[in-house]
């Protein structure tokens, strides 16, 4: 991806009914726009809802844009009361990643970043740990350390908030081992995507390969998904497994999980800022 | 799949330009119809071909069908000078079906057809060999044994062509280990899907297996593909694998070989039957 | 599998210690054993359980049989307080099958059976139901109709009890939708295999599918497990998932899971009747 | 693998005959050894080849070492005309890497050895091209600049040789885009792997992905194997695939591909670290 073309992504969710696809591509195709790619999702065509997403090429210096826009909203989004978002692709998003001790999801985050394979940037790292200090910076990524303990946590939050806040369009946990609270997610502001280190719902919590291992289970996987406040329970983006026999020790089993992770995570965070991830109740359409 | 909805299926090919997606959905709009699905995909937007399926309901009566058929004709595919299909999803492909002695693909199909999980009725079975007879007739579907030899080839295909030659819309060969000529192809005039017993093109001709052994390949697969006039090189629907190691002797991996060998022909037949596949030079767009 | 070489099994387990491997395959040896597979498994070197699965030659009369397990017994199993198990390869096991209303399952055991590569011998199925006795019959299998209700559920399992019990060496439940009682686990006295549709422990218990679908899981899978009396909880043989996205719906899931369910169970069943699955604690070692 | 015990791992290769592992068994266990693993394989009973690896504990000094190995091969490798290696597993192996510009597998391995996750230490690098020196260097690894074009070839070699030979016991070719000469290999005289960036044999040879996109596969693949004097045809020790689309561009499937090359690569270097790997014929043996 040396070169990224001058694309516009448009994003629509709204309640199905007959002509949206026609109103929108016809309006589309008005102003010029060459549409490239489009994907629609209907989860029921009585009554259910219709999620959209197309890729067109329309260059427009800012004041056409403006235009486009406002013409957009009146006469396409406010008739069928769309929820919408359109997206020029030159602008990259800013990324800001959390960490703790385990260094792999990141590690890999960021070579991805620099072989040009992510479609945004990576602004800023924070962990309540120094340890991947040396890395970070190696990758001229600003890298703040922001301890946390039990008794710090609204300070070490606030902190994060100073550091995230305003300055990134994407939170990654990438092995971040605190729980965030809701309040922070709220004043965030921002989508928070997260790696669990489990087959979500299956060992759900801390220590899954110990008690996958307990289980005797034959596969082992990782979960990347939206962080609510509920733990472990938002909307999953992306899941993999690996097989594992009983010859795996539960270490063994963590360094082949930990492959299955970086992956997990980074092909959720590639999808997100590809603009292909829409959140519905509790489940995402990823196209 | 107990009850299938009265859907109707529009397929279009053509050459890219802007516009389309507009004049096909504005077209659709204005006839009433409610698009549920809509896949498009472009190999270039710069002088490439554009490739669009759409899955749409409109209750016609005959007389209106074929009017609103000419409209379309009229209005969106000879202005744009598109290729196009349209199906009445109600109206069930046939499948004929050839095999020889390994019954495993042949069977899985006849199975998947009773469960009511294949969009299409098996009209017919053929065979060079008369092993499968009771169990085809067992499931009600006739079953004419045609033997070939160096010699008769000519006179089986033409008994084939009897049998085939408008009785079906598709062709599958479920393990048919038969050469079929290009005329035969001609004059049977519908798509033919072959499985093939190797990952392709690694291993094209007979004995994959034997040859994987030798290679001491960690992988075997098999390979569904629309049947061209060159041997195992027509456009590929679907392919997968299954791990093997050094303990797994040419009888094993013949038997784990034959799970993925139905499994992938399965999947290539119900794609092909729910119209989900489109051939560009030698490879498939696949919805 | 065509031919069956007349193999003896020999599966051991005990404390781990030194010099269980050397008195095993010295005694093989001097009785003039060859040895062509050998298995072994530590828990954990210091202090930990031994496991060891052997496959050997040695053509014995009944008589000369009778004398060589009495001489294991005494040289090397006692000393080293081993549980042990030997097998002529060419006694096929005996194995019952219930099920209920989705035959998927059953049916592909049966074909792999007829096709000769499952290592035992299908001598019975009993259902809650009476749609698959034609299928059933038709493999010339007998088939048992034994209705359950709430009510009658005693009466059912003394019936499946006569059936079953000293007539299988192993029990299969291929999608059989009652839960077994404990005292009927007890009695029947033979391993039994479960095949659960989800991957366990997700999931566990009833509409695994809807509830995957609910959770927008990206992955559906299945489990075969041998059946304790904990419900879903017992040593997990084999899984596997299949991918699955927004567009599949419930209908959809429950077609490729049953593509999964299949293959796992007769996976698990494969490996039991090979004699390949041992179990300690909740898991298994699967050799 | 934060400790590493204190193992000996015996690798033997030899034509099968009845009473082999008895002896080994038996001689180990004689001298004090405590096995915790052991694979066995044939490649057929009647006149085959038998392979071995077991790992034991047996604290020696380096008197008692020659000693044991005097008198194993007295009493057990000549009588039985083994090949053999015993290999103690606290000396850990060093390796050689070559690479061109693509430096993804080469990152993966330096971070899986930094992470502690390899049974050996990289003890240099080497590049036709000096683009990896920071990235090499900032690991500590010393990092050397060989140009090579066709006239120099000769003498490029000649340099590689005088780095590599006596001073690693295996080299990683981790997407080093020359070839090298039969001369040099025998000169270096310890084994090399290679990562090849298709599913060998399909697509041997420059512009795999291209060709793959052409020919319409559904699944890319990669494979790691030795290098023999014949081209990409050497024993296979590692491959896996990933599932592609139509969607993706040849530029895509390249990214796809570099997530499966590194970890196929990194599988077979882990392997063949940990002594797992026999080579017979043209084939494997994994243990």
Redesign the interface.
């Known amino acids: 991806?040396t070169e990224r073309p001058a694309l516009t992504r448009l994003l629509i969710s709204c309640a199905d009914r007959?002509?949206i696809?026609?109103?929108v591509?016809?309006f589309?195709?008005t102003q010029?726009?060459?549409?490239?790619?489009?994907?629609?999702?209907?989860t029921n065509?009585e009554g259910g809802d219709f999620f959209m997403r197309m890729e067109f090429?329309l260059p427009l210096s800012d004041a056409e844009r403006d235009a486009f826009e406002r013409d957009f909203t009146d006469r396409v989004a406010e008739p069928f009361e769309m929820g919408w978002r359109m997206w020029d692709t030159t602008q990259l998003k800013r990324v800001g990643i959390l960490v703790s001790r385990e260094e792999?999801c990141l590690?890999d985050l960021m070579?991805r970043w620099r072989?040009g394979?992510l479609e945004g940037h990576i602004a800023l790292v924070a962990s309540n740990h120094d340890d991947a200090r040396a890395d970070v910076e190696?990758f001229g990524i600003p890298y703040h350390h922001v301890p946390v303990t039990k008794e710090t946590k609204p300070q070490s939050e606030e902190r994060l908030l100073e550091l995230f806040a305003g300055s990134c369009e994407l939170v990654v946990l990438a092995r971040y081992m605190q729980i965030v609270s809701g309040e922070f997610l709220e004043r965030l502001g921002v989508p928070v995507i997260n790696i669990h280190h489990s087959?979500?719902?299956?060992?759900a919590g801390a220590g899954p390969y110990e008690r996958a291992?307990?289980?005797?289970?034959?596969?082992i996987?990782a979960t990347a998904h939206y962080v609510t406040e509920e733990l472990d329970a938002g909307?999953?983006?992306?899941?993999?497994?690996i097989r594992v026999?009983?010859?795996d020790s539960i270490?063994t089993m963590k360094?082949l999980g930990?492959?299955i992770e970086r992956?997990v995570l980074a092909r959720a965070v590639e999808r997100h800022l590809e603009d292909r991830v829409l959140v519905t109740?509790?489940?995402?359409?990823?196209f």
Chains 1, 2, 3, 4 share one sequence.
């Not at 010029?32 to 209907?42: E, H, L």
């Not at 087959?199 to 060992?203: D, M, Q, R, S, T």
């Not at 291992?213 to 596969?219: A, N, Q, S, T």
């Not at 109740?281 to 990823?286: L, Y």
Request: without cysteine; proline residues 6%.
């Open positions: 991806m007959p002509g696809v026609s109103a591509s016809g589309l195709f010029g726009a060459n549409i490239v790619r489009s994907d629609q999702y209907t065509p090429f792999h590690l070579w072989r394979s190696g087959f979500l719902p299956a060992f291992k307990e289980r005797g289970v034959k596969l996987g909307p999953i983006i992306e899941q993999d497994v026999t009983h010859r270490q360094q930990a492959d992956t109740e509790n489940t995402t359409v990823v």
